[in-house]
């Protein structure tokens, strides 16, 4: 590659959208998005439609925003598109491969169009098909290609060039359970080797085996922005109340216990101090009439419900 990266500081947002705007004549595809997405592997969750193909064009410089502005590494899109794509690397979600040509020549070729010269672009293509499980079948024409293995060249084009930045436009569409199993295992190795990758799905599960942080977008509006919590955490226990959470809230937060709220959903996180007893006490204390209670609440599925129900009013 060409230059010297100028990368951001370790904690500065990979990608910041503020008062962010996207209509199509009557379709507003975005809503006054404000966000900031932190490095490592991040989702974006949203139902088809809900506007997460939308933000991946405006940061990639392919669309401009109707209203608001787009930076990644700290620059604004709209200031260097060419150059900002230079360091991202993207994979699209529809058909788009060359059934004429073979992976080795493809994934060569996109090598080249990032600046890499064409014997290193050869040797690079070979390193990362055989990173995506696909060395043997290098040679092969994309055309004879099963969904999966076409799916993989497409990952495989999307980093040959080492970018500093990787959006995924739903990379597991179209595969059966096993292809699915590997393909998000592929993803789980770019947060072992520290890549900033932006994943999009509309198929939770996908997010939490391999994220790290979530997005989440109802409607072309962002409803959630949060790290996702490993499952299974110990020292979280979560409660669903009936009516006003507030009591509960104010009473746990008044004891100084470290608590969140998503909707109705109220969390309580204690390294040191049996979380279930806490709530407990804290329950009791408010005359909050419990829903549901377990360490599970606080998974996905029941945030963006929360989320949803919130921004719904």
Same mark, same amino acid.
């Given at each position: 590659?060409?230059?010297?990266?100028?990368?951001?500081?370790?904690?500065?947002?990979?990608?910041?959208?503020?008062?962010?705007?996207?209509?199509?004549?009557?379709?507003?595809?975005?809503?006054?998005? !404000?966000?900031?997405?932190?490095?490592?592997?991040?989702?974006?969750?949203?139902?088809?439609?809900?506007?997460?193909?939308?933000?991946?064009?405006?940061?990639?410089?392919?669309?401009?925003?109707?209203?608001?502005?787009?930076?990644?590494?700290?620059?604004?899109?709209? &200031? &260097?598109?060419?150059?900002?794509?230079?360091?991202?690397?993207?994979?699209?979600?529809?058909?788009?491969?060359?059934?004429?040509?073979?992976? *080795?020549?493809?994934?060569?070729?996109?090598?080249?169009?990032?600046?890499?010269?064409?014997?290193?672009?050869?040797?690079?293509?070979?390193?990362?098909?055989?990173?995506?499980?696909?060395?043997?079948?290098?040679?092969?024409?994309?055309? +004879?290609?099963?969904?999966?293995?076409?799916?993989?060249?497409?990952?495989?084009?999307?980093?040959?060039?080492?970018?500093? =930045?990787?959006? %995924? !436009?739903?990379?597991?569409?179209? %595969?059966?359970?096993?292809?699915?199993?590997?393909? =998000?295992?592929?993803?789980?190795?770019?947060?072992?080797?520290?890549?900033?990758?932006?994943?999009?799905?509309?198929?939770?599960?996908?997010?939490?085996?391999?994220?790290?942080?979530?997005?989440?977008? +109802?409607?072309?509006?962002?409803?959630?922005?949060?790290?996702?919590?490993?499952?299974?955490?110990?020292?979280?226990?979560?409660?669903?109340?009936?009516? !006003?959470?507030?009591?509960?809230?104010?009473?746990?937060?008044?004891?100084?216990?470290?608590?969140?709220?998503?909707?109705?959903?109220?969390?309580?996180?204690?390294?040191? !101090?049996?979380?279930?007893? %806490?709530?407990?006490?804290?329950?009791?204390?408010?005359?909050?009439?419990?829903?549901?209670?377990?360490?599970?609440?606080?998974?996905?599925?029941?945030?963006?419900?929360? *989320?949803?129900?919130?921004?719904?009013?």
């Amino acid at each position: 590659m060409t230059g010297q990266r100028e990368l951001p500081e370790a904690d500065a947002p990979i990608i910041e959208a503020r008062r962010l705007y996207k209509h199509y004549g009557n379709i507003r595809a975005l809503e006054e998005v !404000d966000l900031d997405v932190p490095p490592g592997v991040t989702g974006l969750i949203g139902a088809n439609g809900a506007g997460k193909t939308t933000l991946i064009r405006l940061v990639l410089g392919l669309i401009r925003p109707t209203y608001g502005e787009v930076s990644v590494f700290g620059k604004a899109v709209e &200031d &260097d598109p060419a150059g900002l794509r230079a360091r991202i690397g993207y994979m699209p979600e529809g058909r788009c491969l060359p059934l004429d040509q073979t992976a *080795a020549d493809f994934v060569a070729y996109a090598a080249e169009l990032a600046g890499i010269p064409p014997v290193e672009a050869r040797r690079r293509a070979s390193e990362t098909l055989f990173l995506v499980g696909l060395h043997e079948e290098r040679f092969r024409y994309l055309g +004879d290609f099963s969904t999966g293995m076409q799916q993989r060249v497409k990952l495989a084009q999307s980093i040959v060039h080492d970018p500093d =930045l990787v959006l %995924l !436009d739903e990379p597991a569409s179209g %595969l059966d359970p096993a292809g699915r199993d590997q393909m =998000l295992e592929l993803i789980g190795r770019f947060r072992r080797f520290g890549m900033n990758v932006l994943f999009s799905s509309h198929i939770l599960d996908d997010i939490e085996r391999t994220c790290d942080w979530v997005v989440m977008l +109802d409607a072309g509006q962002m409803i959630h922005s949060a790290p996702l919590d490993p499952p299974g955490e110990s020292d979280r226990v979560s409660v669903e109340v009936f009516g !006003d959470p507030g009591p509960l809230v104010d009473t746990l937060s008044r004891r100084g216990i470290d608590v969140t709220m998503e909707g109705a959903v109220v969390t309580v996180s204690s390294p040191s !101090d049996d979380a279930f007893e %806490l709530l407990r006490d804290g329950l009791e204390s408010s005359g909050s009439s419990v829903r549901r209670l377990g360490t599970s609440l606080s998974r996905l599925e029941d945030v963006l419900l929360a *989320a949803a129900r919130k921004a719904n009013g």
